[in-house]
């Protein structure tokens, strides 16, 4: 049966807390492989800002929770950063303006590490973007893949810290975003060597529609499950309802 939209997938799925280093409890959801199987990566979501209803269900995210776990092998942790409201619930503290989400960011890979979670990817999209930038440059993390980043918080000592990591950076611009745009993009991220920009023909910021879905979630199993690249769209196994 073709995946669609709506499409849940198995997963073991468990919820969450993080617990922040200025002690703030943030709500959360852990989606692992079905069946007990190990994941082979994991992306910890960091989601659009919040002030414009960002949240840990937005869609691409979701969907990567509903799909990739029985798809690719990947274990999917989102979370709502703090003051943050979903259907899971409301994470503790106040917007920080991308300033004190750095505690977030730090307790989302924290909770990945204790948990032996593998090679960690950050996926941020748009206001995520920015916390992966600013605070995500951890030993722990592999990599950080990029969905519609406006760069208006990121700076040049954030990039040279990425840059200087030599860890990968995947940002997928699409061509009509409201705030940059494929070819500004390349020339703000050759600042980070092993950066690369994919521009998305057609695509708007908020990646709305299936087609696009399919372009992000086989771009990120490129490089975190290139085995399960590419993703197949159809599924012949059981299918579960979106209870979370």
């Not at 703030?24 to 990566?41: C, Y």
Request: charged share 25%; with cysteine; proline share 9%.
């Amino acid at each position: 049966m073709e995946i669609r939209a709506s499409t849940v997938l198995p997963a073991e799925r468990r919820p969450i807390t993080l617990h922040t280093a200025d002690d703030l409890e943030l709500v959360g959801e852990l989606a692992l492989p079905p069946g007990g199987a190990k994941p082979v990566a994991t992306l910890v979501c960091l989601h659009p800002l919040p002030t414009a209803e960002g949240m840990m269900d937005s869609h691409v995210l979701r969907k990567a929770a509903f799909r990739l776990p029985a798809l690719a092998g990947v274990a999917v942790l989102r979370f709502n950063t703090r003051g943050t409201t979903s259907r899971r619930g409301t994470s503790q503290g106040e917007f920080g303006e991308g300033e004190a989400e750095r505690y977030d960011v730090a307790a989302a890979i924290e909770f990945a590490e204790f948990e032996g979670l593998p090679n960690p990817w950050l996926l941020g999209w748009s206001f995520g973007t920015e916390l992966a930038l600013k605070w995500g440059c951890d030993p722990e993390v592999s990599g950080a893949i990029l969905l519609s980043p406006p760069l208006h918080r990121t700076t040049e000592a954030d990039m040279a810290v990425w840059a200087e990591s030599g860890k990968p950076v995947v940002a997928l611009v699409p061509e009509f975003d409201d705030y940059l745009r494929p070819d500004e993009a390349r020339t703000r991220f050759s600042a980070i060597p092993r950066a690369e920009v994919i521009g998305v023909d057609n695509a708007k910021h908020l990646w709305v529609g299936e087609p696009y879905v399919r372009i992000v979630l086989d771009e990120v199993v490129r490089r975190v499950a290139p085995d399960a690249h590419p993703l197949p769209t159809e599924w012949d196994g059981p299918f579960e309802r979106d209870t979370m």
